[in-house]
């Protein structure tokens, strides 16, 4: 691939001698940038030597932004200086001083000539003034038509950012996502399928199939349905966070995938992986991990749902927590341990030892869990006293009638 700068003319530069400066300076600003794209076709043709410097180097990207703001500082109310004003985003830019692009660059010329900006090899300080540029621009998100052309300019948006947007088109996700590839990128792009799916849009199985190179930090924006059509892989990368948000049918569907894909594994290794998907777990595979003495931790056993976990019995929740069975006492205030605690005969519990409290009384005939519970407004803290006082009371209406 030859340099753009060689081939194309100058115009505004005069002399051979700025010329040849010129082709210096970017040249070397060529290698030093992870961003690189042929300024002819827009397409981002890399060369293998260029993505190599993109990614020795990706530890620059975190950077700019701090030095941005003291740059701004000493600049913000500067005028742009006479004979630098600029209707056009040409190479010249790139020797602008950062307070002179700050001054003379608005959010309409980017926005117009975002394909010259991308083209262009500018320095990551330069990128992150252009950005503040647009972000001023457009202070209620960028439009879908600059977000269309934005290309490897997406690589200077934070999810933050994302969330503002509208993208309605699967095209724009595509070539998003392609820019994304190998960037460090999963942050943004869980925001981007978030946005776009907000918006009512489908994914088709290419894309789900190229989201599978990004840190699976989108699962939760994902319906069953296409969850279903995910890669199975993906639940080997997913972790514990990235499940966080998700939905009750989506773990069901993320717990079948884990499952299948861990199957071969046993006892303790096998724990260790399904951990994280057990809030998909149905009652029955809890009792099978029972007799695997896997010592559930208290923080996993929370992640259980509260209707798979009501049936188990005492013995079987001892068995599954194991030595970690003593910090029940720990969440016995809170869903669903209260609500498991709830079910038991407090006989029962007593005889743990752990001092839990909460459980059926003793001596209590309870045929109807559900009426207790109404009664108690819920499953609360509640002691036998609003069942007690609603029994005297029904005894007492019937001696007297
Ligand atoms: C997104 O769409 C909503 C509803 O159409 C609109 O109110 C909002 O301004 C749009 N935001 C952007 C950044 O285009
Ligand atoms: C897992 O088990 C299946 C058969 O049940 C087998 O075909 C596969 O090779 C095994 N995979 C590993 C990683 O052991
Ligand atoms: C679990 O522990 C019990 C006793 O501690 C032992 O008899 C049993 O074999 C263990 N089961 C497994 C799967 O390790």
Not at 332 to 350: A, C, T
Request: proline share 6%; glycine share 6%.
């Amino acid at each position: 691939m030859a340099l753009w700068s060689a081939q194309r003319p100058l115009e505004s530069c005069r002399t051979p001698a700025h010329d040849s400066l010129l082709f210096l300076l970017l040249s070397f600003k060529w290698v030093l940038l992870s961003r690189a794209q042929t300024a002819d076709t827009g397409q981002g043709v890399m060369t293998p030597r260029l993505q190599r410097t993109s990614q020795d180097l990706s530890w620059q990207r975190s950077e700019p932004s701090i030095i941005l703001p003291r740059a701004l500082q000493v600049t913000e109310k500067k005028a742009c200086p006479s004979g630098k004003e600029t209707h056009v985003v040409d190479e010249n830019l790139a020797f602008y001083e950062e307070w002179e692009l700050e001054a003379c660059v608005d959010g309409a010329l980017l926005t117009e000539q975002m394909d010259r900006v991308n083209a262009i090899p500018f320095t990551y300080q330069q990128l992150d003034i252009f950005k503040h540029k647009l972000d001023e621009f457009y202070p209620q998100g960028y439009p879908e038509s600059l977000i269309q052309h934005l290309n490897y300019f997406f690589l200077e948006v934070t999810p933050h950012d994302i969330h503002k947007w509208n993208v309605t088109s699967l095209e724009t996700v595509k070539s998003l996502l392609k820019v994304s590839k190998g960037r460090k990128m999963d942050a943004q792009v869980a925001a981007l399928i978030a946005r776009y799916l907000v918006g009512g849009g489908q994914l088709d199985k290419a894309t789900l199939d190229t989201l599978a190179s990004f840190h699976p930090t989108y699962l939760c924006f994902l319906s069953p349905e296409q969850l279903r059509s995910v890669q199975q892989d993906v639940v080997w990368t997913a972790r514990p966070q990235d499940l966080d948000s998700c939905h009750p049918p989506q773990m069901n569907i993320l717990y079948s995938k884990a499952r299948i894909a861990f199957q071969n594994m046993s006892g303790s290794e096998y724990f260790a992986r399904i951990k994280p998907f057990l809030g998909g777990a149905s009652t029955e595979d809890l009792r099978a991990l029972v007799p695997q003495n896997i010592s559930m931790d208290i923080a996993t056993f929370k992640t259980l749902r509260k209707e798979v976990l009501l049936p188990l019995t005492i013995a079987e929740v001892q068995k599954l927590l194991g030595p970690n069975l003593v910090e029940l006492k720990v969440e016995e205030g809170n869903s669903p341990v209260r609500d498991w605690i709830f079910r038991q005969r407090q006989d029962d519990l007593d005889s743990l030892g752990l001092g839990l409290h909460g459980g059926i009384p003793n001596g209590y005939l309870v045929l109807d869990l559900n009426f207790r519970e109404a009664l108690s407004g819920g499953p609360h803290l509640l002691g036998p006293g609003p069942v007690l006082t609603a029994i005297l009371t029904l005894l007492l209406a019937l001696i007297l009638n």
